[in-house]
């Protein structure tokens, strides 16, 4: 059974960076990908950057990749989100979620994914 942890959230001022951290541990194999979604208040789900987990292929939403990259530790099973120049709209819960059926490019789809994290809050000041 896959279970993911999500950390590294907190406050920061518009223009700071953050990187947070999904821990996946269990039985995951290189037929997993592993995306990060967000949500904010009475907004839906928005993908935010996946990948497979052999690494060897990375996507992030278009919007998002002048400033978001997605990166993996493979030393501790660590799937790293690093968000720079952050603005008050990147304000939400982010959650790392894992496909157990991955198609070769990680879906942009919350439906895809059967196993989902607590989430972590970033909250960004003006």
């Known amino acids: 059974q896959v279970h993911l942890e999500e950390s590294g959230g907190g406050l920061v001022q518009a223009g700071g960076s953050l990187r947070l951290s999904c821990l996946v541990s269990?039985?995951?194999?290189?037929?997993?990908?592993i995306g990060w979604f967000r949500q904010a208040p009475g907004k839906e789900r928005e993908f935010v950057a996946g990948?497979?987990?052999?690494?060897?292929?990375?996507t992030v939403s278009d919007s998002l990749k002048d400033r978001f990259t997605i990166s993996k530790d493979n030393a501790k099973n660590i799937v790293l989100l690093q968000m720079n120049s952050l603005k008050p709209t990147d304000t939400a819960l982010y959650y790392c979620?894992?496909?157990?059926?991955?198609?070769?490019?990680?879906?942009?789809?919350?439906?895809?994914?059967?196993?989902w994290g607590q989430g972590t809050q970033v909250t960004v000041s003006s």
């Open positions: 269990g039985g995951i194999t290189n037929n997993y990908n």
């Open positions: 990948m497979s987990w052999d690494s060897a292929v990375t």
């Open positions: 979620a894992a496909d157990a059926l991955g198609p070769v490019i990680p879906s942009r789809m919350a439906s895809q994914y059967n196993t």
